[in-house]
């Protein structure tokens, strides 16, 4: 069998245009509807774990876009306390050294050691009837992963969640007060997420294990050596523009001889500009037909005389180099392999299921389905891992 992972890589990772990545924001559904720190956890290593790492990724995009827009708004109250503060003495003397040239630091005092908490005090209350310890919001804090917390001061990261735990309270129980979670959409919308949560956790604990067994592993890394194809890659450069007369003016430019990575570097639009348009090394076998036509009509050396349009505007290309694929090594691919052996676990799995409570499918107008397609069709097992093919 053919790999077939690699070629989709090539194209993820040389047309951005192309990649269509599906990650699922666990985080968002848990804060809309509260199911507690133990459902949340486990929601996102179970799809942490199925997913292989693409919410990991994802989460720490959005743990820097708050991180930064939290530090902006620290900075900026910094500013405004500062100026709102008579200059000391010692920042006087500073700022009269300064001006006569001579640059003097006021001895900065060393931090306050951090005080030691006895107990479990109160940190919070609402009215007479709700009061959080300080234990609520480490248990919080405790249930949240790495990605979230990593380079967040730990005081900034308890007033963060103490006010997450006392914003959820107000609106949950304005929402009780309107009689929001007696209305048929939120019980049929909680229903869904209680067994949503319940198949994952169902998941995690049959498929798991045999994801994680060494000997399993080392299996499917043999069959994937037998399995393994050879193909043929060649070095890719590119340079993106945005409109044709751009695209036009650079071929005129290739045309009088410019060098194509000095050209890439002035005018294109793609993250590979600065390494002169280099995209690596690509099967052109498996690329759209657009562009597989378009560089299967070169060869070595040679850029299209004509752009490409796209989408995302007109490119220019050139080939360089070619190879043929080499396997993987057993750790490169190790995190690959655990994913293919979830898949494949979760399709015997709800194989086995199908028959044991007797399934039984229709075609959409009612009508009895043929045989040979009325079994129950699980989820498509994952692509066979190959070789990495870097840019250059």
């Known amino acids: 069998m053919q790999s077939t992972i690699q070629p989709v890589e090539c194209v993820c990772g040389f047309f951005p245009f192309f990649a269509h990545m599906i990650l699922v924001k666990i985080r968002d559904i848990a804060m809309r509807v509260k199911l507690g720190c133990a459902a949340v956890v486990l929601s996102f290593f179970c799809c942490e774990f199925l997913y292989g790492g693409a919410l990991s990724k994802d989460f720490k995009k959005d743990k820097a876009d708050t991180t930064e827009q939290t530090n902006e708004a620290f900075s900026d109250s910094e500013n405004k306390t500062d100026s709102a503060v008579e200059s000391t003495p010692a920042e006087s003397k500073t700022a009269e050294n ?88 939120f019980t049929e919308h909680l229903e869904n997420m209680k067994n949503d949560l319940l198949a994952r956790t169902f998941l995690m604990k049959e498929v798991a294990p045999k994801a994680e067994n060494e000997a399993a592993l080392k299996a499917r890394y043999t069959k994937y050596l037998v399995e393994f194809k050879k193909i043929k890659e060649t070095q890719v450069y590119h340079i993106m523009l945005s409109s044709e007369d751009e695209a036009k003016a650079v071929i005129e430019r290739l045309n009088k001889g410019e060098d194509f990575g000095k050209v890439a570097k002035e005018k294109s639009l793609a993250p590979s500009k600065e390494k002169g348009g280099g995209e690596g090394y690509i099967a052109i076998s498996i690329l759209p037909s657009p562009i597989k036509e378009k560089l299967e009509a070169i060869k070595k050396g040679e850029y299209t005389k004509e752009a490409l349009k796209t989408d995302n505007g007109y490119h ?15 750790e490169e691919i190790k995190d690959s392999l655990k994913q293919m052996i979830v898949q494949e676990e979760i399709m015997k799995l709800i194989e086995r299921l199908a028959k044991q409570f007797n399934v039984t499918r229709f075609n959409e107008d009612g009508s009895p389905i043929e045989p040979q397609k009325a079994a129950v069709t699980p989820a498509a097992p994952a692509a066979q891992p190959a070789a990495t093919t870097p840019a250059a």
């Open 98 to 185: 300064t001006a006569s040239g001579t640059t003097v630091t006021a001895p900065q005092a060393a931090p306050a050691p951090k005080k030691e908490i006895k107990g479990d005090p109160v940190v919070a209350k609402i009215g007479r009837s709700k009061e959080y310890r300080r234990s609520d919001v480490l248990k919080i804090i405790k249930s949240l992963p790495p990605q979230l917390t990593q380079g967040v001061p730990e005081d900034k990261l308890f007033v963060m969640c103490l006010d997450q735990l006392i914003s959820s309270y107000l609106m949950v129980e304005q929402a009780k007060k309107a009689g929001m979670d007696k209305t048929k959409e």
């Open 316 to 330: 220019v290309f050139k080939l360089g180099d070619s190879r043929d694929t080499s396997p993987q090594k057993f």
